[in-house]
């Protein structure tokens, strides 16, 4: 069996995930001099560079992504054999997430998932854009990826939009389309939804990697292109798109988790027009090997139980 130096394992991975050989040898209480001659003694036995060091940069290469993605489960699989035969539990959890996710649905729940479990441990790793899915990343994931080698994937909620507006936009709309209520409203936007392209539109980069798309697919499920001539507001992010509603920018797109229409907190309203159904399906990632552990288990669980306590209020 040609095993590396096994004491330089845990050195590279603590390394890889700080990336920094100072914080590193301040985690593992040894000396930065110590860390080095770790990492040289593991790339001479590898063949390997492992980091580009450039100043004071420092980088993975290639090879010690790969090498890292491959003994990081391994470390981890070692280290929770050992707590479960010394009797003790691992109840810290990364969980990675998109930002508009974290800040709308779960914070405002972390409360109550301290209540029912209360030894979980929970760090939130907010990502802009799809997160790795990789142990450095996170233990477990909030993701549209739905296949990845090693991985089990758990649908968790398919994504809805529809247009919402500040009050004081609604009045605009009211004002311009010669209505009074949202039921008159409702028949003016159902036999002409191109109505809506008279006022300014608010549209967000990251639904589609495209602006407009999102208004664009939202006409097309009307039976109608996107008009020309809009006045269009332009975010990279959902999360900026409905604050910028908020402020009576114009009119977004908005989804579920977002916009709860019972318990309306941020001064917005959801336009009577058809809901999009986005087909963008969100899942629970985590690895196969760890499927058994009792944290990672409550976790999923109560994201579950939650999400679908919310669907239901959608139907």
């Known amino acids: 069996m040609n ?3 096994l ?28 860390v080095s001659h770790h990492i040289k003694q593991l790339e001479d036995h590898l063949g390997e560079q492992l980091f580009i060091r450039q100043g004071r940069k420092l980088e993975l290469t290639n090879e010690g992504k790969g090498y890292l993605d491959s003994i990081t489960g391994s470390l981890n699989q ?21 930002s508009s996710f974290a800040v709308y649905w779960l ?16 760090t939130i790793e907010m990502t802009f854009s799809e997160p790795e899915l990789s142990d450095r990343t996170a233990d477990c994931f909030i993701t549209v990826d739905s296949e990845k080698r090693g991985f089990m994937f758990e649908h968790f909620y ?21 209505v009074n209520t949202l039921e008159e409203l409702e028949i003016i936007l159902a036999e002409n939804p191109q109505a809506l392209a008279q006022f300014p539109l608010i549209t967000s980069y990251s639904m589609y990697e495209r602006y407009a798309e999102d208004w664009r697919r939202w ?69 196969s090997s760890r499927r058994q552990e009792p944290a990672l288990n409550q976790l999923r669980r109560w994201l579950l139980t939650e999400f679908n306590e919310l669907s239901s209020a959608f139907q």
């Open 3 to 5: 095993l590396p130096p």
């Open 7 to 34: 004491k330089s394992l845990p050195v590279f991975e603590s390394v890889a995930r700080l990336n920094s050989f100072s914080l590193a040898a301040e985690e593992l209480h040894i000396t930065q001099s110590a």
């Open 78 to 98: 070692i280290a929770r054999a050992t707590e479960n035969i010394k009797g003790v539990t691992e109840t810290k959890l990364r969980l990675a997430v998109y």
């Open 107 to 122: 914070i405002p729940r972390l409360p109550k998932l301290k209540r029912l479990h209360p030894n979980l441990d929970i």
């Open 158 to 178: 398919t994504e809805r939009l529809f247009p919402v507006c500040s009050q004081t936009m609604l009045q605009t709309i009211q004002h311009e389309l010669q």
């Open 219 to 287: 006409f097309e499920q009307q039976g109608t292109d996107l008009p020309e001539g809009i006045n269009f507001h332009r975010f990279s992010h959902l999360m900026l798109a409905h604050e910028a509603a908020i402020h009576s920018l114009g009119i977004a797109l908005v989804n579920d988790y977002m916009f709860n229409e019972k318990e309306p907190k941020d001064g917005l309203v959801k336009l009577p027009c058809t809901v999009h159904d986005a087909k963008d399906s969100f899942y629970i990632a985590y690895k």
